[in-house]
T-cell receptor, first 113, second 116 residues
Framework: AQTVTQSQPEMSVQEAETVTLSCTYD???????LFWYKQPPSRQMILVIR??????QNATENRFSVNFQKAAKSFSLKISDSQLGDAAMYFC??????????FGAGTRLTVKP | GAVVSQHPSWVICKSGTSVKIECRSL??????MFWYRQFPKQSLMLMAT?????????EQGVEKDKFLINHASLTLSTLTVTSAHPEDSSFYIC????????????FGSGTRLTVV
């Protein structure tokens, strides 16, 4: 079974600053994938970044990067140069062998102008 | 690429009636689709896994007779909420994929169901 834990219900960041959202997971599988999704008020789930567990190099997508610590089962998301449009719910998720995706409880990010 | 269309976006129905929600993969074939339910300010909860040409696999606690899932083709899965009650009011989201050669799933835009 896979479980995903996000311990920060809410986070706040000043515009242009950097913020890190935490995520830990638990799985007994060796082949799995990790994701961060953004859900704005429209409720459309938007893929922010993804990581294959067998890759040691941390994934990056423009202002978004992850700190993947496999031994610690940690997968945090760093947002650099935060923008007002980054305000949303962020969900960490894991998927085993490209099967169903399990989500954490989410972190609501507020960006202050 | 990898677009998933979900319809309707919102629907209001009377108690006791049935409502069908469609999830289509527009530019790829999806052998597997997933249906999630999301309560306000909560996370997505997996309801069932829909496999093309076979019966859906439901998560524990999800009533298969109330939430009927059909995946008749590689591009279409439907969720029918039967004999709807106010407690079925929620936001339902489907996901499909992954497209060949990729990983991760694409989500539909969701359906807000209100049962009155």
């Amino acid at each position: 079974a896979q479980t995903v834990t996000q311990s920060q219900p809410e986070m706040s960041v000043q515009e242009a600053e950097t913020v890190t959202l935490s995520c830990t997971y638990d799985t007994s599988e060796s082949d799995y994938y990790l994701f961060w999704y953004k859900q704005p008020p429209s409720r459309q789930m938007i893929l922010v970044i993804r990581q294959e567990a067998y890759k040691q190099q941390n994934a990056t997508e423009n202002r978004f990067s992850v700190n993947f610590q496999k031994a610690a089962k940690s997968f945090s998301l760093k947002i650099s140069d935060s923008q007002l449009g980054d305000a949303a719910m962020y969900f960490c998720a894991s998927s085993y062998n490209n099967n169903d995706m399990r989500f954490g409880a989410g972190t609501r990010l507020t960006v202050k102008p | 690429g990898a677009v998933v269309s979900q319809h309707p976006s919102w629907v209001i129905c009377k108690s006791g009636t049935s409502v069908k929600i469609e999830c289509r993969s527009l530019d790829f074939q999806a052998t597997t689709m997933f249906w999630y339910r999301q309560f306000p300010k909560q996370s997505l909860m997996l309801m069932a896994t829909s496999n093309e040409g076979s019966k859906a696999t439901y998560e524990q606690g999800v009533e298969k007779d109330k939430f009927l899932i059909n995946h008749a083709s590689l591009t279409l899965s439907t969720l029918t909420v039967t004999s709807a009650h106010p407690e079925d009011s929620s936001f339902y989201i489907c996901s499909a994929g992954p497209p060949t050669g990729t990983y991760g799933y694409t989500f539909g835009s969701g359906t807000r169901l209100t049962v009155v």
